[in-house]
């Protein structure tokens, strides 16, 4: 077998064993999950994903240069510290952008790649190699630039805004609930004590799934019936940017995350 | 216009469109149209009195508070038959099915699921609270606008909001209540 077939059986059978066991802290249980993965595949899925993305990010594209040619906030080819500082503001494009954006506009304008060329899950690989370089670095963003101040207050007034049918709001699950559970998990304090900015991007190993912060707020409109903003939006972006800087000097335990 | 002029049509105005017109300005509509057409025609279309919430972050000042009631009262319907209790079985199928009403998912109590703990434990409804004609009229109303008691709450308007109908709703409350309901008779998942 594979070494990732292997860790997807093992994967599973773990996480047969802790459903049966019943509740657990979740973050606890995912240490513990790693751990045994680990003990049982010898490589982690989060490593396999970094080492794919590390190809991506070194292969040439249709202009004949790698993504070593790209800046990602702290000059050509810095990668160091680079996704900690993300979502900010960019003098080449004239625009806000998080480590998704970012990479998209490195393919694109630097590669040579057409939009319709790329892949998310080769988007998403990249993150995780860029964001593997941030590990243990503290969160910084800032609000500089008219642009970035304009999608903090479009992100803030997202988080707390409330609509559709369902009278959809994050506030209202992450500030309000906090702690509380309508489902196998509680709601997680993502402006506070959770410092949920530095858990994605992330290998999610009850999905088998591995997802950017992107992936992660469009899953919390679609799980309750809410309409989903495309990926690379607007919306998306000005809810990074406000949660991000919510989480201002966060120590990144380890990127690429590895949650439930 | 002068303010003496202003001060009677303001009076005629409901509260939620007088005080929160709109939450987003227009050049932050056009941002959010980038996230796709379902998406945005949420936001454009977002009700008055939800602006009302988002702009108070859930807590409304006291002052505010009985007109925004009144306002959600207005919106309660009742079934034609006039009866609030209907069928508890139907209503056992709608309280237990996730994509249909979701109740169990925040509220404990149900015995064919396990519940949340997002709202109040249910657990006995019927039992604890009887089957008085102000029970069944609380419970309807709570279901089909539990903004009109609670404001702003993250419990879903189901009746106000066309989640589920006025008939629906009262067979969910004869799943609550009845006491030979299932949710009365047989045990919570979960109870000790």
């Not at chain 1, 240490?31 to 989060?46: D, N």
């Not at chain 2, 009866?83 to 079985?89: A, N, R, S």
């Amino acid at each position: 077998m594979s070494p990732r077939v292997w860790w997807k059986v093992a994967a599973l059978f773990l996480l047969a064993l802790a459903l049966a066991q019943g509740e657990v802290d979740p973050r606890e249980e995912a240490k513990r999950q790693k751990q045994l993965l680990l003990e049982t595949a010898g490589i982690l899925p989060t490593e396999l994903i970094v080492e794919q993305g590390k190809e991506l990010f070194n292969r040439k594209g249709p202009s004949g240069k790698t993504m070593a040619e790209c800046d990602f906030g702290l000059g050509k080819g810095v990668l160091e510290g680079a996704a900690a500082r993300l979502p900010r503001y960019f003098l080449d494009t004239g625009k806000v952008e998080d480590l998704d954006g970012r990479i998209l506009t490195c393919m694109t304008r630097v590669q040579g790649f057409r939009p319709d060329q790329i892949r998310r899950q080769e988007v998403v690989a990249v993150a995780f190699y860029i964001a593997s370089f941030s590990t243990g670095k503290p969160i910084q963003v800032r609000l500089l630039f008219p642009q970035e101040r304009e999608l903090y207050t479009l992100g803030e007034k997202l988080f707390y805004a409330r609509s559709g049918a369902r009278d959809i709001g994050c506030a209202t699950c992450h500030v309000t609930y906090v702690g509380r559970r309508a489902g196998v998990l509680p709601y997680a304090d993502v402006l506070g004590r959770d410092k949920s900015w530095t858990h994605w991007p992330a290998y999610r190993y009850s999905n088998d799934q591995i997802w950017t912060m992107q992936d992660r707020i469009r899953a919390c409109y679609g799980n309750i019936g809410h309409p989903q903003p495309n990926l690379y939006s607007l919306p998306i972006l000005a809810l990074e940017l406000f949660m991000a800087y919510q989480n201002n000097g966060a120590v990144v335990e380890e990127w690429p995350a590895f949650v439930r | 216009m002068k303010l003496k002029k202003l001060f009677p049509i303001l009076l005629a105005t409901p509260l939620v469109v007088a005080l929160a017109q709109s939450y987003f300005t227009p050049s932050e509509l056009e941002a959010i149209k980038t996230g796709g057409k379902a998406y945005a025609e949420v936001f454009l279309n977002q009700r008055p009195d939800q602006a009302l919430c988002s702009f108070h972050r859930n807590r409304l000042p006291a002052d505010l508070l009985p007109q925004f009631l009144e306002e959600q009262r207005a919106l309660i319907k009742y079934p034609a038959s006039g009866k609030l209790m209907g069928d508890w079985k139907k209503g056992g199928a709608i309280f237990n099915n996730l994509q249909k009403a979701n109740c169990f998912s925040c509220h404990f109590g149900s015995p064919v699921h396990l519940g949340g703990d997002v709202g109040p434990s249910l657990e006995k409804y019927g039992l604890k609270r009887g089957q008085s004609e102000a029970i069944q009229r609380y419970t309807y109303e709570v279901i089909y606008n539990a903004w009109a008691y609670f404001p702003c709450t993250v419990m879903y308007r189901f009746g106000a909001l066309g989640g589920l109908t006025p008939e629906e709703i009262a067979d969910v409350v004869a799943y609550l209540l009845d006491p030979e309901s299932e949710f009365n008779t047989k045990p919570a998942v979960g109870s000790k």
